[in-house]
C-alpha cells in the first residue's frame, strides 16, 4: 500500500477523522449537549477540508497590498469565502439547537434524550 | 432579456424579504401578507412556465450580471417551473386548510412567527428549485431546515420539542454529508456551478482520473439528502414531527420539504454528475434497496399505529420509499416515474392530513381510531376527501396514485435484474396501504354506538362551519382526480423537463 499519498495529505486525513468523530458523536451520544459539540466538530472539520483545498504553499492571503496584483501571489479567496458563509451556517443552527435543549431541560430536567423519550411517553400525550 | 425572466430571481426575494416583513405584523396581517405572496408567486410562476414552454428551452439568469464561472446562477426549464407552480398551489391549500387550528393551537404572541416560517420555507424551496449553484443550494437547505424546525415546534408541547429536536439532529448529519460532498466535487472540479462541474465531470470520466473521489463525493451528497428526505432507516423523526405539529405544518412538511430535497438529487444526478454515470455507479443499487425497504416497513409501522396522524406519517415513510425506488431503478423512465410520484404524492399527503383533521374534529380532538367511529357520518366532506386520498394512495384507477404505480411496474417490467423485486414490493406495498388505508374508511363509515365516549364529544360538522378547510379538501380532490385522469399531459412535461436539464 503506498501511504507516501497519505503522508502528503495528511492534514485532509486529520479533517476527515475528526469528521467521523463529529458525526459519530452527534448521531450516538445521548447527551444533547454533547451531540451540540459533535455537531461543531464536524462542521469545523469540514471547514478545515475547505481551507486546505484553497491554501497553496508559500502564498498569501488574497488582498492586494503594494499594488501587486499578480494571480501567482495569493492563495484561492473561494473556499474561505465559503468557510465564512459556512460558519454563519452553522452559528445559527447551534443556536437553534441550544435553544431547544434549553426549552427541553426546562421541561423535562434532563439532557439526556432516551429519558426524555421516556418520560414523554409516560405523559401518554 | 424577457421581462418574465426576471421573475423566478423576484419570486425568491420576494419570499425571502416577506419573511422579516411579517416579524412587525400582527398575526391577522402576516397571514394576508403570506396569503398574498403565495398567490403572487404562483401567478410569477405560472407566467414563466407558460414562457418557458413557449420557447422550448431553458434560460439562465446570472445574478448581478456577472457571467458564468464567476457570478451565481438562476436555470430555469419547464420541469423546475412546473414544480414551482405545484408548489405553491400545495402550500395555499394546505395554509387554507388548517387556518382554524393555527387560531387555537398556537399562542396569540407567536402568530406572526408562524408565516415568518411559512415564507422562508418558501423561499427555500424556490431557491432550491432553480438554483444552478451547489454552494447556494447547501444554504438554502439549511434555511429550509430551520424553517422546518419552526413550523414544527410552534405548537408548544412535550412532544413537538423532542420532534424537533431529533428532526434537527438528523437533518444536520445529512447536511453534513452534503456540504462534505459538495467540498470534494469543488477540490476536484474546481467549480460550483452545476453546468461547469458538469463539463469537468465528463472530462474526468473520460480520462478516467479522479473515479473514487467522484464517486465518494456522489454517495455523500445522495445519503445525505436521503437522510435529509426521511429515507426509512432515517425516519424516526418523522412520525412525531407530522403526528403532532399542528395540521398545516404537517401538510406542508410531508408534501413540500422532503420533495424539495429529491427534486435537489435529481438536479444533482441530472445536471452535476450526469445521470450515465450515476447509473453506471453502485450509488442507486444502495437507494434502490432502502427505498424497497421503505416501502414495506414504513406500511408495516403504519398498520401497528393506532393514531391516525402517526398513520399518515409512517404512511409517508413507504411513498419516500417508492419515490427512491424509482430513482434507483436507473432509467430515465424511473425518474419520470419517481417525479410524477412526488407530484401525486404530495397533492395525496396533505389532502390526507387535512381531511384527518377535520375527522378529527368530528370526535372531539381525539385521534385514535376507535374514537373515530362514524366520524364520516359526522364531517361529511372529510370522510369523501379521506376516502379520496386512501384510494389514491392504495392506487385505484381513476386517482393519482394509480398512475404513478403504473409507471413504476411499467419501467420494472423491462428491467433485467430489478424487476421481479419491484414488482413484489410493489404488490405487497400496495396490499398492505390497502389494509391500514381501508380499516380506517370502514372505521369511520362505521356507525357509531350510543353510548361510548366518543359519540358523546363527537358533532356534526357542517361544510359551512369550517369554509377554508372545506374549499381546501374540494381544490385538493379535483387536484387529485386531475393528476390521475389527465396524467398524459403532465407526463410529458416531466419528460420534457428532464431532457432539458442536459
Known amino acids: ?125 | 432579456m424577457d421581462f418574465v425572466q426576471n421573475f423566478p430571481f423576484m419570486s425568491i426575494i420576494l419570499s425571502l424579504f416577506s419573511g422579516p416583513l411579517s416579524s412587525i405584523l400582527s398575526g391577522k396581517w402576516a397571514k394576508r401578507v403570506n396569503t398574498a405572496v403565495i398567490v403572487i408567486i404562483g401567478i410569477m410562476s405560472a407566467c414563466v412556465l407558460g414562457y418557458v414552454t413557449g420557447t422550448g428551452e431553458e434560460f439562465i439568469y446570472c445574478m448581478g450580471h456577472f457571467p458564468a464561472p464567476w457570478g451565481n446562477e438562476i436555470r430555469v426549464g419547464e420541469l423546475e417551473a412546473f414544480m414551482a407552480v405545484f408548489f405553491c398551489a400545495i402550500m395555499l391549500l394546505s395554509m387554507l386548510g388548517g387556518i382554524k387550528e393555527r387560531l387555537t393551537q398556537i399562542e396569540e404572541s407567536k402568530q406572526n412567527l408562524y408565516y415568518i416560517m411559512v415564507n422562508l420555507l418558501l423561499c427555500s424551496l424556490l431557491a432550491l428549485i432553480y438554483t444552478n449553484d451547489l454552494f447556494t443550494a447547501y444554504v438554502f437547505v439549511e434555511i429550509n431546515t430551520i424553517s422546518a424546525c419552526g413550523l414544527i415546534m410552534i405548537r408548544q408541547n412535550g412532544r413537538t420539542f423532542e420532534a424537533a429536536i431529533r428532526y434537527m439532529i438528523m437533518s444536520l448529519l445529512g447536511s453534513g454529508l452534503l456540504l462534505l460532498g459538495i467540498c470534494f466535487l469543488y477540490s476536484v472540479t474546481g467549480h460550483l456551478l452545476m453546468s461547469n462541474i458538469r463539463q469537468q465531470v465528463q472530462l474526468l470520466a473520460a480520462s478516467g482520473e479522479y473515479h473514487i473521489p467522484l464517486l465518494v463525493a456522489l454517495g455523500l451528497m445522495s445519503v445525505g439528502l436521503a437522510i435529509k428526505s426521511a429515507l426509512y432507516p432515517f425516519h424516526s423523526w418523522l412520525p412525531d414531527a407530522y403526528g403532532y405539529s399542528t395540521v398545516s405544518s404537517a401538510a406542508i412538511l410531508s408534501s413540500l420539504v422532503s420533495k424539495g430535497y429529491i427534486f435537489l438529487l435529481i438536479k444533482i444526478f441530472y445536471r452535476v454528475i450526469g445521470f450515465e454515470m450515476v447509473c453506471d455507479s453502485k450509488v442507486i443499487h444502495v437507494l434502490y434497496v432502502f427505498g424497497i425497504m421503505g416501502m414495506i416497513m414504513g406500511s408495516v409501522n403504519a398498520i401497528q399505529e393506532n393514531n391516525i396522524r402517526r398513520m399518515i406519517a409512517f404512511s409517508s415513510v413507504a411513498q419516500i420509499g417508492y419515490i427512491y425506488m424509482g430513482l434507483g431503478l436507473g432509467t430515465e423512465a424511473g425518474v419520470v416515474a419517481s417525479v410524477y410520484h412526488v407530484l401525486s404524492h404530495a397533492a395525496t399527503k396533505s389532502l390526507l392530513f387535512v381531511a384527518a383533521s377535520g375527522l378529527t374534529d368530528a370526535s372531539g380532538g381525539k385521534v385514535r381510531f376507535e374514537d373515530l367511529r362514524g366520524a364520516g357520518y359526522r364531517h361529511r366532506l372529510a370522510g369523501i376527501a379521506f376516502t379520496v386520498g386512501s384510494l389514491s394512495m392504495v392506487g385505484l384507477p381513476m386517482f393519482s396514485g394509480f398512475i404513478s404505480k403504473l409507471l413504476f411496474s411499467q419501467e420494472a417490467v423491462g428491467h433485467n435484474h430489478k424487476m421481479l423485486p419491484t414488482l413484489i414490493a410493489l404488490a405487497v406495498s400496495t396490499v398492505l396501504n390497502a389494509v391500514y388505508f381501508m380499516k380506517t374508511v370502514i372505521m369511520i363509515y362505521m356507525p357509531a354506538s350510543k353510548d361510548t365516549e366518543a359519540s358523546r364529544q363527537g358533532r356534526n360538522i357542517a361544510m359551512a362551519e369550517q369554509p377554508g378547510k372545506s374549499v381546501a379538501l374540494i381544490c385538493f380532490i379535483i387536484l387529485n382526480l386531475m393528476l390521475g385522469l389527465s396524467s398524459e399531459p403532465i407526463i410529458h412535461l416531466i419528460q420534457n423537463g428532464l431532457e432539458m436539464f442536459y
Open chain 1, 1 to 125: 500500500m503506498n501511504l507516501t499519498n497519505l503522508m502528503n495529505n495528511y492534514v485532509e486525513a486529520v479533517a476527515m477523522i475528526l469528521f467521523g468523530i463529529g458525526f459519530t458523536n452527534l448521531l450516538l451520544q445521548k447527551n444533547l449537549i454533547k451531540k451540540i459539540v459533535g455537531l461543531n466538530i464536524m462542521d469545523t472539520a469540514t471547514y478545515l477540508f475547505l481551507a486546505l483545498k484553497g491554501y497553496i504553499d508559500g502564498r498569501k492571503a488574497p488582498v492586494v497590498v503594494d499594488g501587486v496584483q499578480s494571480v501567482e501571489t495569493y492563495i484561492n479567496p473561494i473556499p474561505s469565502g465559503l468557510v465564512l458563509t459556512g460558519i454563519v451556517v452553522s452559528v445559527s443552527v447551534t443556536a437553534l439547537m441550544l435553544s431547544l435543549t434549553i426549552r427541553l431541560y426546562r421541561r423535562y430536567h434532563t439532557l439526556d434524550l432516551d429519558e426524555i423519550s421516556t418520560l414523554l411517553r409516560k405523559e401518554g400525550k
